[in-house]
């Protein structure tokens, strides 16, 4: 069954780094989306992204955050200057539809941000 | 912006009950989904429906939806200990706050 797949799955860094989440959608979906969820709380709406672009972002996805589609395959997250409070799961997304009517989200199993 | 919020905020029952979940959300949209969380691991999409939809089963789940009240439910029937994680519904990029279910055995 396809899946979504994250790399790394933890990753530790120094407050200041630079990290770049990756992300392996599934091979026919066209929608892409970055969550994020700190320890215990909700799961959080940073950014999707469609046919290059981004189609709509958070008040979180500031400019720290950007998203890129480097290649067929991946989808990435990077954070320029990472900050304690970007310590958090995050999760990538793919749908087949999106738009204004999106369809079913498939997630990865996340990727775990300690940021020291 | 849209934002679900889902009550009660944890829920316990034994094994076999029946577990009813709640969300609000605040503006109009074309489509809900309800997510299941695993802790510490990814979500799954449960079900989907959508805002001509009042209604919707699958297996042992069923979802209402009111969008006059801007409401939808999350029935569990028979529940199993297996169904123990967090539900979120999506408005629908969006996620709610979630319910933490127990199911004890």
């Known amino acids: 069954e396809p899946e979504v797949t994250q790399t790394p799955s933890h990753q530790v860094t120094q407050m200041g780094q630079e990290v770049i989440l990756r992300c392996v959608p599934i091979?026919?979906?066209?929608?892409f989306y970055w969550y994020r969820q700190i320890l215990g709380q909700k799961v959080e709406f940073l950014v999707s992204f469609y046919n290059n672009e981004i189609s709509e972002k958070s008040e979180i996805f500031d400019d720290q955050f950007s998203v890129e589609r480097p290649d067929g395959s991946n989808f990435t997250l990077k954070i320029r200057s990472t900050k304690l409070e970007d310590s958090a799961m995050y999760f990538c997304?793919?749908?087949?539809f999106g738009g204004g009517l999106p369809g079913e989200l498939f997630f990865g199993e996340g990727s775990r941000l300690t940021v020291l | 912006s849209q934002q679900g919020e889902e009550d009660p905020q944890a829920l316990s029952i034994q094994e076999g009950e029946n577990a009813t979940m709640n969300c609000s959300y605040k503006?109009?949209?074309?489509?809900l989904q309800w997510y299941r969380q695993n802790s510490g691991r990814g979500l799954v999409h449960l079900i989907l429906i959508r805002s001509n939809e009042r209604e919707k089963h699958s297996g042992r789940l069923r979802v209402t939806l009111d969008t006059s009240k801007k409401s939808s439910s999350l029935l569990i029937t028979a529940s199993r200990a297996a169904d123990t994680a967090s539900y979120f519904c999506?408005?629908?990029?969006?996620f709610g706050t979630g319910t933490l279910l127990a199911v004890q055995p």
């Open positions: 091979s026919n979906h066209l929608y």
């Open positions: 503006t109009s949209i074309n489509n």
């Open positions: 999506a408005t629908p990029l969006i």
């Open positions: 997304a793919s749908s087949q």
